[in-house]
């Protein structure tokens, strides 16, 4: 059974960094796709950054994070981190850690088969 743990969420004012990070296990197929989904309270879930695993040849960060936020994977931890910097209020929301049984990474929520329980980021102004 797969299963997605995040951490490292928290409130930060802005201009201010917070890491994300999220840890797989369970996998039986290698190299699947992982994804940072954010929600903001009354809106729809967002895809802001995501990655292949096994070598990451494949890389996406949504525009409006762009300059801003890193993302990255540690293939011997099975871990995949985002690196959030210059954070700004509209940053605020639920961030989710999501992961595909294949190598595919798709745009939608409903591309994703496995979900974490998320992890709050708040910044204020």
């Known amino acids: 059974q797969v299963q997605l743990v995040e951490s490292g969420g928290g409130s930060v004012q802005a201009g201010g960094s917070l890491r994300l990070s999220c840890a797989a296990s369970?996998?039986?197929?290698?190299?699947?796709?992982m994804a940072w989904f954010r929600q903001a309270l009354g809106k729809e879930r967002e895809r802001v950054a995501a990655?292949?695993?096994?070598?990451?040849?494949?890389?996406y960060l949504t525009d409006s994070v762009k300059g801003r936020f890193t993302i990255s994977q540690d293939n011997a931890k099975n871990t995949m981190n985002l690196q959030m910097n210059s954070l700004q209020p509209e940053d605020t929301g639920m961030y989710y850690c999501?992961?595909?049984?294949?190598?595919?990474?798709?745009?939608?929520?409903?591309?994703?088969?496995?979900w974490g329980q998320g992890t709050q980021v708040t910044v204020s102004s």
């Open positions: 990655i292949t695993t096994g070598g990451g040849d494949y890389m």
């Open positions: 999501a992961a595909t049984r294949y190598r595919y990474c798709g745009s939608w929520p409903s591309d994703y088969n496995y």
């Open positions: 369970g996998y039986t197929s290698s190299s699947p796709c």
